[in-house]
């Protein structure tokens, strides 16, 4: 149990690390039509694992209890949220194609910046991962250790297009492919620290699993609509990073559907 564990939790970053990888082969700049059906991709993948393995486990351990089941889908939901929220206006951040930076005031380089974008909206997809397994270690859960592997794949799969969205920009940016290679990976690195803080704490206090599955989907939540749908949507050829969705949707739902 210990090694399928390990392995979960480490998938996601693995995605991530190849993701960024592209970086150290590519010559030119990432296609922006590319780009946005990736962002896209990312969004539908998120969109999929919040509800089919966050917020219906959480609804369906919650009755298991005898808990009325939207109580702790609906609380650990919009505390996710807030603790995203939170984290955004605290953490100094720049968005893909924005020189603004947000959070508090900071002399970080752009370049850092941009990567604590995404190690901000990497935070609940570790914290997914984590308590997914946590659940499938209870035997009195319909949680199972597939459907924690499933999700950790499908975060990786989106993941992968993740990482070379923040090593390439950092390239451009006239970062060398080496440096920028190694921040991407180290965007990642949260992750797995994510899932095992996550899973620790879980397994110790099992009560409030059905809040900690629907906390991690709010927090996945905040960051497609916050950061990934609308940087898919600006400018030309939007219904690029529309499609994106639809088979990140897609594919993660068959994902868990097949492995949940």
Known sequence: MILQGLIIILIPFLGTSLGSALVLFSKNQLNPKLQKFMLGFASGIMIAASVWSLLIPSMELAEEKGIVKYIPASVGFLLGIGFLLLLDSVIPHLHLDSNQPEGVKSSLSKSTMLVLAVTLHNIPEGMAVGITFASAMMKDTSISVAGAFSLAVGIAIQNFPEGAIISLPLKDRGMNKGKAFVMGVLSGVVEPIGAVLTLVFASMISSILPYFLSFAAGAMIYVVTEELIP?????????????GVAVGFVVMMVLDSAFG
């Not at 940087?231 to 499609?243: D, L, P, R, V, W």
């Open 231 to 243: 940087e898919s949507q600006q400018g030309k050829h939007s219904n690029i990073g529309t499609i």
